[in-house]
């Protein structure tokens, strides 16, 4: 599937690349169709993630949480490639001083995209290394090409993932899993990236967006408030001990009896069953 049409982005116009006419520094932008925004990376040819790549990412990321007419959010780098990684040049050319001024504001766009309170799909093509696929485990669910490629490379730089690889990557594989691809910095196919639970679905590379888009797209009419409330009660809670991390999800789902999606869909229940209620998101 192409690219999706673009209803809401930066700039007045688009050339035939995809870019905005009267924006050539703009490296990500959001577009909105239907409830889902999709969330899209280009600077050729590999989508290295440098410094005003990343501002841009936050930027865009806080912007996706925000709004009310964006109901789920797709990362997509384009048919290619999803992010090769950061920009190695840019980074050569840095001091420690440096880096530690932009090391702060590097994770802050990470989390950004990893804090939209929504539910947030990764459409993977080609490569995703290095910050590629630290960007990748910021999502709820990730989608890869069959062709696909992923990793954390950066120990092969004489440094560590500097994005929340370190932390996110354990999380989601485990300590073992996480530190063995770390440590060597290879590089894993499609199917070993679903086996280690990397990835949660494989499709041909041409399926790669339609899929993410189908998967966002479940959650358009759904309530909006509980979605993300979910969503907070996991994120925060595993990283709690268990008696906190209740208490999380009880402040969650008590201040979810003060919303009218939670009226609607009991009401639903109790009128018509399960499955049938029709969510206003508030």
Same mark, same amino acid.
């Given at each position: 599937?192409?690219?999706?049409?673009?209803? =809401?982005?930066?700039?007045?116009?688009?050339?035939?690349?995809?870019?905005?006419?009267?924006?050539?520094?703009?490296?990500?932008?959001?577009?909105?169709?239907?409830?889902?925004?999709?969330?899209?990376?280009?600077?050729?040819?590999?989508?290295?993630?440098?410094?005003?790549?990343?501002?841009?990412?936050?930027?865009?990321?806080?912007?996706?949480?925000?709004?009310?007419?964006?109901?789920?959010?797709?990362?997509?780098?384009?048919?290619?490639?999803?992010?090769?990684?950061?920009?190695?040049?840019?980074?050569?050319?840095? =001091?420690?001083?440096?880096?530690? !001024?932009?090391?702060?504001?590097?994770?802050?766009?990470?989390?950004?995209?990893?804090?939209?309170?929504?539910?947030?799909?990764?459409?993977? =093509?080609?490569?995703?290394?290095?910050?590629?696929?630290?960007?990748?485990?910021?999502?709820?669910?990730?989608?890869?090409?069959?062709?696909?490629?992923?990793?954390?490379?950066?120990?092969?730089?004489?440094?560590?993932?500097?994005?929340?690889?370190?932390?996110?990557?354990?999380?989601?594989?485990?300590?073992?899993?996480?530190?063995?691809?770390?440590?060597?910095?290879?590089?894993?196919?499609?199917?070993?990236?679903?086996?280690?639970?990397?990835?949660?679905?494989?499709?041909?590379?041409?399926?790669?967006?339609?899929?993410?888009?189908?998967?966002?797209?479940?959650?358009?009419?759904?309530?909006?408030?509980?979605?993300?409330?979910?969503?907070?009660?996991?994120?925060?809670?595993?990283?709690?001990?268990?008696?906190?991390?209740?208490?999380?999800?009880?402040?969650?789902?008590?201040?979810?009896?003060?919303? !009218?999606?939670?009226?609607?869909?009991?009401?639903?229940?109790?009128?018509?069953?399960?499955?049938?209620?029709?969510?206003?998101?508030?």
């Amino acid at each position: 599937m192409a690219a999706p049409a673009a209803h =809401t982005r930066y700039g007045d116009r688009m050339d035939a690349s995809g870019k905005d006419e009267g924006s050539a520094s703009r490296t990500v932008w959001l577009e909105v169709a239907d409830g889902v925004g999709t969330i899209r990376l280009h600077r050729p040819p590999v989508n290295a993630l440098d410094s005003a790549m990343q501002d841009q990412l936050r930027a865009v990321a806080e912007e996706a949480a925000r709004r009310d007419d964006v109901r789920a959010v797709v990362l997509y780098g384009g048919p290619r490639v999803f992010a090769a990684g950061a920009d190695v040049r840019e980074m050569a050319a840095m =001091t420690r001083e440096e880096m530690a !001024e932009r090391a702060g504001p590097l994770q802050a766009a990470f989390d950004a995209v990893a804090e939209i309170p929504k539910p947030v799909v990764a459409a993977i =093509t080609g490569y995703a290394l290095g910050g590629g696929c630290e960007l990748a485990l910021t999502a709820d669910h990730r989608i890869c090409a069959d062709d696909a490629r992923l990793g954390q490379p950066e120990i092969l730089l004489g440094l560590i993932p500097g994005a929340g690889g370190t932390q996110r990557l354990p999380r989601l594989i485990g300590v073992a899993r996480a530190k063995e691809l770390i440590y060597t910095g290879r590089m894993v196919d499609a199917a070993e990236a679903l086996r280690l639970g990397l990835v949660d679905e494989v499709v041909p590379a041409a399926e790669v967006y339609a899929a993410a888009q189908a998967w966002a797209e479940r959650f358009v009419g759904g309530p909006a408030r509980a979605l993300a409330a979910a969503k907070r009660a996991i994120d925060r809670g595993t990283e709690l001990p268990l008696p906190e991390a209740l208490g999380v999800e009880r402040e969650e789902f008590v201040a979810l009896f003060g919303t !009218e999606d939670r009226e609607i869909g009991m009401r639903s229940f109790l009128e018509s069953g399960p499955g049938k209620a029709r969510f206003v998101g508030r």
